[in-house]
């Protein structure tokens, strides 16, 4: 059993219970992933004690293989030299450090008691290590830890420094009617944030918000949404609302609201998400078609489609299309079009959705937006094959696959043969889909795609056994359940071990028939 062995550093006294944390994080990576492929997790340093000469601490460290520092509470300045001494050391024995960060908060972000730790944690910041995650409070590092661990069993995992933010992601640079001081610590702020040293920059951004200027405010909730401590940047717009905003400053908090709204999304709270998209559009007012107006309703019905909420989104995108019509942006009206034929479709509105596509087909034809053509082709196949319109569905599907193939898109290309090798299939033209089905395979093997792969394989069973072809139809099948038992897809490992047990049933029916 081979050994995965972790060095624990932190520059605060570790606590029975912190240790106990580490310790319980080892047993279940152990017993959850690490004992079935025969390894096994254990501390080099045990968590629970607090000093060690350094001759013993520095040797534990040497056998490691990967070096855990947690920053938390603030630490002395002998421990805190004593946890970058640890990962110097780690650094200089070519360990990989796993850092994780627990920032003090928004409520001790300016107190001078924490200063210590924010000037610890910039440092480390400076230092580089191998991972860096931040914690938003103490229950977060075991669950980030045993994640991790997890994973690493898969193999080594990427390195991921601090993650320096772009200046489009922190939204424009403070202007020179600012007054100097507020102006010269945004900057600064800004500055320690594309560098990396988040620590340092959520301090200064917290110190800007603090005079309580609109600018500040915004600028510091543009950098916490982010980091991902969306409460706090909500609280921060929310600061500039109150203070009855000019209307500059007004469309500048619904713009912060909707990139909050982005980043809610992408987290999966639809709800939330959708919220912010209503204030947002709320505050710009229904007057105005504007264009800011009909990007916020067009986002808002995709939120409402994403949430299964279609009446909703039905109402959003009809908002959005007479915003974009009348604002002159057809592009835009075209997507909007798009998105209400989704929502029609779904509601198995049949007609008013091809109406829809088609619409919008015309409009991206007229823009020689191809990509945009091949995707909306593939989304009227679907509609074509749910209702048994089969030529239609190959016309279109082949259409897309032209076009894709055409521009080099080989993931759509993927898309596109398996979407047309099932019509053919359906229509037992079972040759011409075996090659569209391997066509398909050999993309997703050469983009290195292996849930894509066994979906190739598992569509070659399914088709081999329309053909009675039932020993290459199971060789298929379990070509494709071994790598989705890899991948641990267990909804799919159930289906195709039911397409394989299948297979005996059919044998026995061709025997008995046969006899």
Sequence with gaps: MKDCTLYFASPGEPSAAWAGRCEAVLTEANERKARVLGRRFRSARPPRRSFWPQALRRRA????????????????AAAARRFEADLEEARRHGIPVWCYVQPPGEERILDPSTEPLIDLCDRIERFGPDRYHRCPGPEAFPE????????????PLPDAPPAALSPLALGPAPDDSLPPDLRALLLAARRFATEGRLSRAEAVFAQAAATRHPAAALAAARFLGALGLLDRAERCVGQVLEADPPPERIRAAAATMLRLADAHEARGDLEAARRL??????????????????????RLGELHFQAGATGDAERAFHE????????????????????????????NRIEEAEAMYRRALT??????????????????????????????????????????????????????????????QEQGRLDAAEGLYRQALEIDERLGRDAGVARQYANLGVLYQMRRELDHAEAMYRQALAIFEALGDFVTIEQVRAWIASLDAQRMTSTGAAA
């Design 144 to 155: 980030l830890l045993l994640a991790h661990l997890l994973d690493y069993l898969d193999g």
């Design 61 to 76: 460290l040497a056998g490691a293989d990967v070096v855990v520092a947690h920053l938390g509470p603030p630490a002395g």
């Design 277 to 298: 998209v209503r204030q947002a559009l709320d505050l710009g007012g229904h007057r105005e078609a504007s264009a800011a107006q009909a990007a916020g309703y067009a």
């Design 320 to 347: 959005a299309l007479a915003c974009f019509e009348a604002a002159g942006q057809p592009a835009a009206a075209a997507d909007a079009c798009a998105g209400l034929g989704n929502v029609f479709a779904v509601c």
């Design 363 to 424: 409009l991206y034809e007229a823009q020689g937006r191809r990509e945009a053509r091949a995707r909306l082709y593939g989304d009227l196949g679907i509609l074509y094959r749910v209702q048994g319109r089969l030529d239609d569905a190959e016309d279109v599907y082949r259409r897309a696959l032209a076009l894709d193939q055409a521009d080099g898109r080989d993931a759509a290309l993927v898309e596109d043969c398996t979407n047309l090798g099932n019509v053919l």
